[in-house]
């Protein structure tokens, strides 16, 4: 008779006699022996699973047993830090763990190898009879069963693991903590900035209105115009840090919306460059553009798309040198999309990390030290994708750099 027991239930010496004929004295062993044998099966999912249980159950009814024995069927899939206790490599695997050493037996001839080791297990079991034997005779007390719990193994494990994931999860939580510092004391500095041109555009403005009586009509409009033109622009680079920090802040997995609209590129870009004009100028960077006249529209957000062109553009100056050359440009590439290229001739980037830049809080180790989140490119990534379109790089060290994203065109 084969004792067929889940993997958490309880053995001991009782079961095994039990387990041997179907009763304990029939076994002809004390109940507090420890010779008896006990085999685990490690089975999947496959089809086949359920033929080799069979056939290892019939081959055990039909072997010779003078001593007690216990087999346990386990299916790896509901019980995987079984298998990963007992270092398993392949299924089904049929391992002897008492009476040590531990042996494991596998492969397509496991009868077979069943058949070959049975004999000398029972030898190993008639060794320890003889053993207990000899302690009896002595007068002494048997020492008590210890059989190592194969579910207190198991579950030591999955709490190990367990333990292991909160360390990764406080670490990064502390990661966003720290970003979040970081965040803030950039946001202060970078806002800075822009409100102190928006507060010096104002007050231009209002000391031009009082000095009006001594201005000409048209140039007093004129000055206004610009004034208030510049105003608008810093304020709207202010808005767009602030979207991006709230963006980061949701995390990568908040739903992102986009509002879609047929839209024209060359618009979108002659913006960009306005808003990025006194930055050109201030390292005489020489900045080409090549938009093809007959360009068709795309089916992209406005706002989003702005915030991509200024995050590309932003660094594109931030990493070319004095003097240096910045290109964009704007390629019908086939007929359901549009490739936008953004290339300077700045520091460029290492290949091993093409992919890790659009990853959220990465940032360069030459850059450590530099202002900024970390978030931009990420940023990007997320709204181009949002637009069912891809973003990448090309580059070389001290070669520049060229980023690259799709646009769905507009049908």
């Not at 086949?48 to 001593?67: A, M, N, P, V, W």
């Not at 050493?101 to 079991?125: F, H, K, T």
């Not at 808003?275 to 989003?304: G, M, N």
Request: aromatic share 6%; glycine share 4%.
């Amino acid at each position: 008779m084969v004792n067929y027991f889940h993997p958490r239930s309880s053995f001991n010496a009782e079961n095994a006699a039990i387990a041997a004929n179907g009763n304990p004295e029939e076994a002809g062993k004390p109940i507090c022996s420890e010779a008896f044998l006990q085999l685990l099966m490690f089975v999947d999912k496959r089809p086949g699973s359920h033929e080799q249980i069979r056939l290892l159950r019939k081959s055990l009814e039909t072997l010779k047993t003078d001593f007690a024995f216990d087999l346990q069927i386990i299916d790896v899939g509901e019980q995987p830090y079984l298998a990963e206790h007992f270092k398993l490599m392949a299924t089904p695997c049929l391992l002897k763990i008492h009476p040590s050493p531990r042996q494991m037996l596998a492969g397509s001839d496991l009868i077979a190898q069943l058949e070959y080791w049975w004999v000398r297990w029972q030898l190993s079991l008639e060794e320890l009879w003889n053993k207990e034997q000899s302690q009896l005779a002595n007068h002494e007390i048997a020492a008590p069963i210890s059989i190592h719990s194969i579910t207190s193994a198991a579950e030591l494990i999955k709490l190990t693991d367990e333990v292991f994931r909160l360390k990764q999860e406080k670490e990064h939580l502390q990661e966003q903590l720290k970003l979040k510092d970081r965040i803030i004391a950039m946001l202060a500095h970078d806002l800075r900035n822009p409100l102190t041109s928006v507060s010096l555009a104002l007050e231009t403005l209002e000391a031009t209105d009082k000095q009006k009586d001594n201005l000409l009509l048209g140039e007093t409009s004129s000055l206004k115009e610009n004034i208030v033109k510049q105003a608008r622009r810093q304020i709207r680079i202010i808005d767009r840090m602030i979207a991006d920090i709230l963006q980061a802040a949701r995390g990568t997995n908040a739903q992102f919306h986009i509002q879609p609209q047929k839209l024209e590129l060359k618009p979108i870009c002659d913006d960009v460059l306005v808003q990025l004009e006194d930055r050109f100028q201030a390292k005489s960077l020489h900045v080409e553009t090549d938009i093809p006249v007959d360009l068709p529209c795309v089916y992209a957000d406005p706002e989003r798309l702005l915030q991509v062109m200024m995050n590309l553009l932003d660094n594109a100056v931030k990493y070319t040198p004095e003097k240096g050359s910045i290109t964009i440009s704007i390629l019908h590439r086939t007929a359901h999309k549009v490739q936008v290229s953004i290339c300077d001739n700045g520091l460029g980037i290492p290949e091993e990390n093409y992919q890790k830049i659009f990853e959220d809080r990465f940032r360069l180790e030459r850059d450590e030290l530099k202002d900024g989140y970390g978030i931009g490119l990420a940023l990007c990534q997320r709204i181009i994708r949002a637009h069912y379109g891809q973003i990448w790089v090309d580059s070389a060290e001290q070669s520049g750099s060229c980023f690259h994203f799709t646009l769905p065109v507009y049908k």
